[in-house]
Structures are given as C-alpha cells and as structure tokens.
C-alpha cells in the first residue's frame, strides 16, 4: 500500500464509516482516488457464463450502490464490476447509524436495508458508462412492496439493456423475510419471472444468483434444483452472515450483516458444497483480502471471485495486488490459465 493510500484510509476511519464511504466515491468521481489501470494476462483472463473478464477479482454490489463511479471503478484493476442494489422505487433505508466498522476483526456489520436512489436514477447512469469493461446490476427489491418477487424482474426490464449481467439478491439479511425467497417453490418462482424479463430484452444478459451463508445442506440442494430448472447463468457464493461467533470488536452485537475476514471459512465451505452439487459456474465472495484467499476460493470451485470489505482496511488498490498475486500463483503451479484451478482443491474444504 502507497503512502498517499495509507494517509487516506487512516483519514477516512477518523469519520462515520457511512459518511467515509461517500467521500471515496465522491473522490473516484472527482477523480483524486488512486486507480491501478487494468491488471490482465493470459492467465487471468477468463470466461464466466460467456462474459470475458480481464482477470477473475470483481467488485462486490453495494459499493456502488447508485452506478455513480463506474468508469474510475473499471480502471481500478477490477476484471468486472457489480454496482447496486436497485429497487424500483428509491427507498432511504434503515435508521442511521447502519454500518459499523470492527476493526479487530477486519470486518464490518451493516443493515443498509438496499438504500438506494431507485432503478430508473441508476438506469439513466448505467446508460451513460464505458462500453468497455464488465458491469453488472444487482436487482433487489422494495421493502413495501405487495410483490417483491416481480421487483426483480422490473429492476431487470428497467436496467438490463445497460449491462452485461444482473444478479438477484434474496440473501440480504436487512430487509424482512427477503431471504424467506431463498426457498425452492418461492426461489423457483421468483427466477422463472426474472428469466421470462430477461428472455423479453433485446440483447439478453446472463442472470445469477446471490445466496446467504447461514443455509443447510438441504437449502443448498433446493437452490440448486430452482437453478437448474431455471436455466440460471451463475450462482454468486455468499452474501453476509448473521453468524457472530469469534468476534472480539466492540460493535460485535450489532443487528446486521456481517463482512469481511470472519466470513472467509463459511461462506468458503458453502463455496465448496454448491461446487460438489452443481455444475453451474460459481463467483466466490466473502473475506477476501489478499492473493491466497482469492486462490482458495478459485480452487474450492469459484470461476472469479468479489470483493468489498477488504478495502475498508486494505484501499482500493487492493484489487489490482489480489489479481497481480493471483497471477503468480496461477504461473508457480504451472496452470496456464485461470480456469484450470477452479476446484482444484474442492475437497480441502468438504
């Protein structure tokens, strides 16, 4: 990490971690924020339900949750980006303070409750990014909607002709009963109408799916059978967890979701289950902060993996050392490609 990259983080942690968060993307805007440019080689260079990426380490939704940073963001060193979540209509979220930092355990708890500016706001800026560089939209929906599993869909039919792939979120924990349509008849449901939205735009993207840690093993399966039925493109592995165990930080009792290191293991295991039950490709994301876990996850069956909460403690130029690191792992084991080590190692975490 750069000086100027230091000084900023230990700036930015004086302030509400809400707060610190704004002014980083009020700097990549502004364009004073450090941008690493594009990190690819033949290595990492990598193909995930027919979208190419220039490397396999994306960026996690909600960073962005408005589309307000796209073009720093995609010379960041970032192989694809997902901003979001967008809801229908704008909705301000939960109650502040919402987001916590813990850092002892290099984590974070947030309840954000998918506050964001509404899709048509988001639509009008993604209409306006770079045509180079992967993007995709997280679709969530209104916490008072009548009908939250059509909110996907209108998010898709709203916001789909400006990306290149859209991922339903019911595995935030901060909107009530959201993750009751994780089950197989509500989830199967839900994807069939977001398929038929998708199938109805003129250039038809790819859609996944994001899932929480905290599932059984039965869970996994039905999740499995509902994206397979469904013909779904790619299942994102895992969201945040309520799981608190093992935390020393004060904010530690927080309600929320929880990011960051103490996450890794969890949703890395679930990786590995979902990757010994399905075929479709897999994105590993949970407590990613460094080159070795951003391979474990690789090697326990993710196709590319996402990050966010890492770069609350380590900068944005974060992305860029996992994807470079990443690349000499790849060369030391003699794989001459990315996508020869996905789950390589599976059944180090069965």
């Not at 809801?87 to 290099?106: C, H, W, Y």
Request: hydrophobic fraction near 40%.
């Amino acid at each position: 990490m750069s000086f100027y990259e230091r000084f900023g983080l230990s700036v930015l942690h004086k302030f509400d971690p809400e707060v610190a968060h704004g002014l980083s993307i009020k700097a990549l805007k502004m364009g004073i924020a450090p941008l690493a440019g594009d990190v690819t080689s033949d290595r990492l260079r990598t193909t995930v339900a027919g979208l190419k990426f220039s490397n396999p380490v994306g960026l996690a939704a909600g960073f962005d949750k408005n589309a307000e940073a796209i073009s720093p963001l995609l010379r960041a060193g970032f192989g694809f980006i997902e901003v979001g979540a967008a809801t229908p209509r704008p909705q301000s979220g939960n109650a502040k303070p919402r987001l916590f930092r813990l850092t002892q355990d290099q984590a974070a708890i947030n309840r954000f409750g998918f506050n964001n500016e509404g899709m048509d706001v988001i639509a009008s800026r993604l209409a306006k990014r770079p045509k180079s560089g992967v993007v995709g939209i997280n679709l969530g929906a209104n916490k008072d909607s009548d009908d939250r599993a059509a909110d996907f869909a209108k998010v898709l039919t709203r916001c789909g002709p400006h990306v290149d792939f859209a991922t339903v979120n019911v595995s935030s924990p901060n909107t009530e009963k959201l993750r009751d349509l994780q089950g197989k008849d509500a989830l199967t449901a839900l994807l069939s109408g977001v398929m038929t939205a998708r199938d109805a735009l003129d250039a038809p993207i790819p859609v996944f799916l994001k899932i929480a840690p905290d599932l059984t093993d039965k869970d996994l399966e039905d999740i499995v059978a509902a994206a397979t039925e469904t013909k779904l493109d790619a299942i994102i592995t895992t969201n945040t967890t309520l799981d608190r165990e093992g935390l020393t930080s004060a904010h530690k009792d927080e309600l929320g979701g929880l990011s960051g290191a103490p996450l890794f293991e969890k949703s890395t295991r679930v990786l590995a289950k979902m990757s010994s039950l399905t075929d479709i490709p897999l994105i590993g994301v949970g407590g990613v902060s460094n080159a070795e876990q951003a391979y474990a996850k690789i090697q326990a069956g993710a196709s590319a993996v996402q990050l966010y909460t890492a770069m609350v403690y380590h900068g944005l130029g974060l992305a860029a050392k996992i994807a470079t690191g990443l690349d000499e792992r790849l060369k030391a084991d003699g794989f001459s490609n990315v996508s020869e080590a996905v789950g390589s190692k599976k059944d180090d975490w069965l």
